[in-house]
């Protein structure tokens, strides 16, 4: 569906996007992650159609981006870091002027306003947008970005700056479009919630596209996994001084990169009077990878 070939983006000089090539067919959620000036925003707006890039070519659903910018909005959902918004409309009116920009007519604003409005428990008791708070307002822009029912939605930071129970809502409501066969491109800071909703995750650093794949391909790529042994004995002297072990509340944990020396030692417990209570596997983060790999 997406396909970029050596996407470059320079702003006087200033080398913001270096080289991206992607290739998503089947991808329902695709984040893209990095430090703040990593380029993310960049990219989004260019794959949204509003800036293009310096050089390189870049295909939605067939529809050059660059060229024929007016047909990939036709399909295109777009939320901006911020909410801007008319403060002055209420958010049904607000939901109407859009509407009338996308050629809808009334009936059908009027349909898709309630089935969105419902859908994100957006209950604005009559008052203009700017009497709104900051998640409601954030609702408010998610309700106008699918108005008319697009394929593909991309969200720069759709959570950002939100309270968790807010924050948590939106989530759980971009797993909903999924279900409906929509495609999701996000940037995010919370890395946790890229690990839970992505099917695929872009790492870009200076500009340069690090890595993109699925979870598990990131983890095979930028790290291995680990293990902690939770148990309990009572003279803990009777365990090897060179093993690397730690007291957590009433029990000890033992940690360990290699799985047959973990269980070595697990088996070997019981004889030394030990017990093992549960053994813990341990992929890294998201998190850990930005940090393995560096601003």
């Known amino acids: ?41 960049t990219l989004l707006r260019i794959m949204a159609g509003l800036i293009a890039p310096t050089s390189g070519t870049l295909s939605i659903s067939g529809i050059d981006v660059v060229a024929e910018p007016l047909r990939l909005k036709e399909m295109l959902g777009y939320l901006p870091e911020e909410s801007h ?50 998640g409601m307002k954030r609702k408010a822009a998610i309700a106008r970005s699918l108005l008319h029912d697009p394929s593909l939605l991309i969200y720069d930071e759709p959570s950002s700056g939100l309270d968790p129970m807010t924050s948590r809502y939106i989530i759980d409501f971009l797993k909903g479009l999924r279900r409906q066969e929509k ?55 009777r365990l090897g001084k060179h093993l690397n072990y730690r007291k957590e509340g009433s029990l000890f944990v033992l940690e360990g990169l290699d799985i047959h020396e973990m269980n070595e030692v697990t088996t070997a417990l019981p004889s030394i009077g030990g017990r093992v209570e549960r053994i813990e596997s341990h992929y890294p983060t998201l998190e850990e990878m930005l940090v393995k790999i560096g601003k």
């Open 1 to 41: 569906m997406i396909q970029a070939r050596g996407i470059t983006k320079r702003y006087n000089g200033f080398l913001a996007l270096d080289g991206i090539d992607i290739d998503l067919d089947d991808t329902r959620i695709l984040g893209v992650i990095g430090h703040n000036g990593a380029g993310k925003t």
């Open 183 to 237: 495609t999701i491109i996000f940037s995010a800071h919370n890395l946790f919630q890229v690990e839970e909703i992505c099917d695929r995750v872009m790492i870009l650093r200076r500009g340069k596209q690090v890595a993109c794949g699925s979870m598990q391909e990131l983890r095979e790529m930028f790290g291995t996994i680990t293990y902690s042994a939770y148990f309990s004995i009572d003279d803990i002297s």
């Open 85 to 134: 918004l008319y403060e002055t409309m209420t958010v049904p009116a607000y939901l109407r002027f859009f509407g009338e920009i996308y050629g809808m007519d009334r009936s059908s604003i009027d349909r898709r306003s309630r089935e969105l409005l419902q859908a994100l428990s957006l209950e604005d008791g009559g008052k203009k947008i700017g009497e709104l708070s900051k």
